[in-house]
């Protein structure tokens, strides 16, 4: 769906014509105010608007999207425009900002990018949410072990700072792999990097520290020097 917003009805209309000609559903609106308060249909894979509206300026619009985190691409048209509008809608993500005249091959050119884009977006959305349900699959152990996986511990290692054994650690390792669908080491903790998860803290500083508060609870309390391990 392209939604199409200018305030000049023969501009919005040969707009609508012109994308309908080449395929595109369209959604008419002529004000900022009457594309918001409308029950929007699905989400738009761009939104092709004036920059200077009667209501509202459009790149307030464009804030107000992102601020929605509503990534739809927005393509700019002006006849009155200037350099540090264009400017800003570009950095703000915008895929074109066509001064008026502009020709239909640049509207259509421009349309196909945002186009192009929002399905780039989307599939990424649907990749991250796939990843999110797969790692919700893994019991709390098994995201412990995923963990200590991916900041580069060996299974030995892993054992050592969770107290159970090498074959469980393995047991439990291949869970992981199974239910995050990867085979390789490299691909786990780019899954990991992509959901954020924070590798637990490495096997030697734990091990350290229980070797050290072990040892400090076999000397005597009056012999004992102040530690910030028993903090």
Do not use: W
Request: glycine share 4%.
């Amino acid at each position: 769906m392209i939604y199409v917003l200018d305030a000049d009805a023969c501009v919005r209309e040969d707009i609508c014509r012109l994308l309908c000609s080449v395929g595109y559903r369209v959604e008419p609106f002529d004000s900022a105010g009457a594309l918001l308060s409308d029950k929007l249909a699905g989400d738009p894979c761009c939104l092709v608007t004036e920059a200077r509206l009667s209501d509202q300026c459009g790149l307030a619009l464009q804030d107000q999207f992102i601020a929605a985190r509503a990534s739809v691409p927005f393509v700019f048209m002006t006849s009155q425009g200037d350099i540090s509008m264009s400017v800003r809608a570009m950095k703000a993500g915008a895929i074109d900002f066509l001064e008026k005249p502009f020709r239909d091959q640049q509207l259509l050119e421009a349309v196909s990018g945002a186009v192009a884009r929002n399905a780039e977006r989307r599939k990424a959305a649907r990749a991250l949410e796939a990843l999110r349900k797969a790692h919700s699959r893994l019991s709390p152990r098994e995201k412990q072990v995923m963990s200590l996986v991916v900041a580069g511990n060996t299974n030995k290692e892993i054992g050592a700072v969770l107290g159970i054994s090498l074959v469980t650690v393995k047991i439990h390792r291949r869970a992981v792999m199974d239910k995050m669908q990867t085979r390789t080491l490299a691909a786990l903790v780019l899954k990991a990097n992509t959901l954020g998860i924070v590798s637990l803290a490495s096997p030697c500083s734990i091990a350290d520290s229980r070797f050290h508060l072990s040892v400090r609870q076999q000397i005597p309390s009056r012999h004992r020097q102040p530690s910030n391990i028993e903090a």
